[in-house]
């Protein structure tokens, strides 16, 4: 999916090498979300029958790189567990509880002659869905209508949570800063008639399509705090909140496809593989849940904290999730994903575009897709836990190369910064006469990068010390 984030260009300035650092921080992710809230599950029949099974995965990318004198290390964890549970309502409707969970972790390291640098991410989000679903649904298939499975209604609780921190030091002059960011959304959705998601029979079907009118009812509320510890010995910080509803009627459509299965499950189980684009002011997950987009921290949405963010991240819906469809009761039962988890490096704010020297051509992110494979629903509740807490890079998982190649490619630029940082002390040492160098004063005398080298908005460690809690749901 696309991240949009605004790019400030003023007020926090420092060197090309934090600029080119933070890059490779906002890799794995690189999305003030507080609050609880409840989901009301509609009465089961008394002689209903529950099904319930598990998915998920775990990516992991850990290493070093040696440039010269430079070192990088970094240690990147992320992924998500689901946990469904079936409950037959009624002959032709099914009622199914969603628990999800999703976690992004990060730590990289650079350390040279002159530079010391380090920098954490953690984001976790924790969803609960009641949906009902119906066999009586319509899709359409070249035109013409074909029995589905569909979204009748859903309740939906979510928690989710970022915090972000750096530490840089060049020449014994230093740069620090956190942001922390948590919230919580709430509501339920109605659709009339029943949205469509998969047709009961997809032999043979390539595309589909639907769509229904949303009745909503959601809210969410927003908090961030931050700081920053410029190279100059200043000190800013902030904090803000919001709150948003999703309430007005609307259209929301769906488009179907099937597509070929790229890989084989843990449980040697054919499946379909179907990808799902939702249209509307949701952000769809794992083929039932729907997230308002304007809340969801990981969907790509404009957000109040974006302009002090050091990075930002992504995890799959729409494009970047692939489902797999097991024959159910009910029509296709979505079973195992693969989900892709991205960043988007020049999407931050603090990435301020130089006029001159080295920048990557792209602000488009890196990504690795994760395969979720079927799993024990003890295990799912084993790896949620580890997920929304920070795992160890031991976990096994599908290790991603594109995000290895994409975490040298960064840092071939933050080693490239930190020369830049280097060969324009002198030229800043012949400014300190004037007022101002990048944007800071006179008072670092060894020098700062020109205006073309602007450095990202530097928050210090987001889980230490009391003024920066960690704030993990």
């Known amino acids: 999916m696309t991240q949009e984030f605004q790019t400030r260009r003023g007020g926090r300035k420092g060197g090309l090498l934090v600029v080119g650092f933070a890059l490779l921080c906002a890799l794995v992710l690189a999305p003030a979300l507080t609050g609880a809230s409840s989901a009301a599950a509609p009465a089961a029949a008394p002689a209903a029958t529950t099904t319930q099974w598990a998915y998920g995965g775990q990516g992991h990318s850990t290493g070093t790189l040696q440039i010269d004198a430079s070192t990088i290390t970094w240690n990147a964890n992320f992924g998500w567990a689901v946990i469904l549970t079936a409950t037959n309502t ?90 922390n960011v948590s919230g919580a959304a709430q509501g339920t959705v109605a659709f009339a008639p029943s949205l469509g998601l998969l047709p009961l029979n997809l032999s043979g079907v390539s595309m589909w399509n639907s769509s229904s009118t949303a009745s909503p009812a959601a809210s969410w509320n927003i908090s961030y705090a931050w700081a920053d510890l410029g190279w100059n010995g200043t000190t800013r910080s902030g904090a803000g909140s919001l709150v948003g509803n999703w309430t007005a009627d609307g259209p929301v459509s769906l488009v179907g496809l099937q597509v070929a299965v790229a890989h084989p499950f843990t449980d040697h189980r054919a499946r379909t593989a179907v990808i799902l684009l939702i249209r509307g002011p949701v952000d769809g997950y794992d083929g039932y849940l729907l997230v308002p987009h304007a809340f969801d921290l990981f969907g790509g949405a404009p957000h109040a904290f974006d302009s002090v963010a050091l990075g930002s991240a992504s995890v799959g819906s729409g494009e970047g999730e692939t489902l797999y469809a097991s024959p159910g009761a009910r029509g296709p039962t979505i079973s195992a994903a693969d989900s892709t988890f991205g960043a988007s490096p020049g999407a931050t704010n603090a990435l301020a575009q130089p006029t001159s020297g080295p920048f990557p051509a792209s602000s488009s992110g890196p990504g690795a897709t994760v395969e979720g494979q079927p799993m024990s629903v003890a295990a799912a509740q084993a790896e949620s836990a580890c997920l929304a807490n920070g795992c160890s890079a031991s976990v096994s998982g599908a290790p991603s190369g594109l995000l290895g190649i994409a975490v040298i490619a960064l840092a071939l630029i933050a080693v490239v910064g930190t020369v830049g940082v280097i060969e324009w002390r002198a030229y800043a040492r012949r400014q300190s006469s004037r007022a101002l160098v990048g944007g800071y004063s006179e008072a670092w005398t060894n020098g700062v990068p020109p205006t073309s080298a602007q450095a990202p908005p530097s928050p210090g460690s987001a889980s230490k010390g009391p003024e920066a809690p960690p704030t993990r749901p």
């Open 90 to 179: 009624t002959p032709t409707t099914v009622q199914l509880e969603e628990q999800r969970t999703v976690g992004i972790d990060l730590t990289t390291t650079l350390s040279g002659p002159s530079v010391n640098a380090s920098y954490t991410y953690h984001g976790a989000e924790s969803d609960l869905a009641f949906v009902n679903l119906t066999d009586t649904a319509t899709v359409f298939v070249n035109g013409t209508p074909v029995p589905a499975l569909g979204l009748t209604n859903e309740s939906l609780q979510v928690r989710a949570a970022v915090d972000q921190s750096i530490q840089a030091v060049v020449r014994g002059h230093s740069h620090s800063g956190w942001l």
